[in-house]
């Protein structure tokens, strides 16, 4: 049995790999479920096993990318450290998270969906914004520490990464931008982090 879970796990991760590899490369529309089966090694009856239709495998696709990206955010508040060095780590992180061109390309596909098909995306875009919860989490702590003023954390949260994404994700997805050199980066997060705490600190 041990083994035969293992095959099964290996066969998944090879469809969710081929299909964000088929769903960047020609979009959602375009890529077939064919294509996806011959680039992963396995039949079609397996990718539909596994998924039960386009729509599931390319949420899926993005929620397995996103995850993977979103972890690198589990920052826990440590309330002996400075705030201003906690804060400049976590955008660190989310940096990087935007920073993956492949995250970048397949957020394109995904957000070219939700305009052109919202029944069908926004479900799937509402899943990813709950995985920012990270920074949520850590705004909440440092609430209840008494380091930032009291509030809606999600509406702070939403605040200090809008700034990030206002250079680091939206030109890139909307216009082609390149990413973001490190010193912009730091630019960026050190005006980011400065603003924040200018209006959120206790």
Same mark, same amino acid.
């Not at 397996?46 to 990318?65: A, I, R």
């Given at each position: 049995? %041990?083994?035969?879970?293992?095959?099964?796990?290996?066969?998944? &991760?090879?469809?969710?790999?081929?299909?964000?590899?088929? +769903?960047?490369?020609?979009?959602?529309?375009?890529?077939?479920? =064919?294509?996806?089966?011959?680039?992963?090694?396995?039949?079609?009856?397996?990718?539909?096993?596994? +998924?039960?239709?386009?729509? $599931?495998?390319?949420?899926?696709? #993005?929620?397995?990318?996103?995850? &993977?990206?979103?972890?690198?955010?589990? #920052?826990?508040?440590? %309330?002996?450290? =400075?705030?201003? $060095?906690?804060?400049?780590? #976590?955008?660190?992180?989310?940096?990087?998270?935007?920073?993956?061109?492949? +995250?970048?390309?397949?957020?394109?596909?995904?957000?070219?969906?939700?305009?052109?098909?919202? $029944?069908?995306?926004?479900?799937?875009?509402?899943?990813?914004?709950?995985?920012?919860?990270?920074?949520?989490? !850590?705004?909440?702590?440092?609430?209840?520490?008494?380091?930032?003023?009291?509030?809606?954390?999600?509406?702070?949260?939403?605040?200090?990464?809008?700034?990030?994404?206002?250079?680091?994700? !939206?030109?890139?997805?909307?216009?082609?931008?390149?990413?973001? &050199?490190?010193?912009?980066?730091?630019?960026?997060?050190?005006?980011?982090? &400065?603003?924040?705490?200018?209006?959120?600190?206790?």
């Amino acid at each position: 049995m %041990p083994n035969s879970t293992r095959l099964t796990d290996r066969k998944r &991760s090879a469809i969710l790999a081929a299909a964000a590899e088929q +769903f960047r490369v020609h979009g959602y529309d375009t890529a077939s479920m =064919d294509d996806i089966a011959a680039l992963a090694g396995v039949s079609k009856r397996t990718v539909y096993n596994h +998924f039960g239709s386009k729509e $599931e495998l390319f949420g899926e696709t #993005l929620m397995q990318m996103f995850e &993977s990206s979103a972890g690198l955010l589990e #920052l826990v508040y440590q %309330p002996e450290r =400075d705030l201003r $060095e906690q804060l400049v780590e #976590l955008l660190r992180l989310k940096m990087r998270t935007l920073d993956d061109p492949e +995250f970048i390309a397949l957020a394109r596909v995904a957000i070219g969906e939700a305009i052109h098909s919202p $029944e069908r995306a926004l479900p799937i875009i509402a899943r990813l914004g709950q995985r920012e919860e990270g920074v949520t989490s !850590w705004i909440r702590a440092a609430q209840m520490d008494g380091k930032l003023k009291p509030g809606d954390p999600t509406f702070a949260a939403t605040l200090l990464q809008g700034q990030v994404k206002t250079f680091a994700f !939206w030109p890139q997805i909307a216009m082609g931008a390149p990413p973001l &050199s490190p010193p912009q980066q730091e630019r960026v997060i050190d005006a980011a982090v &400065s603003m924040f705490l200018s209006y959120f600190a206790a």
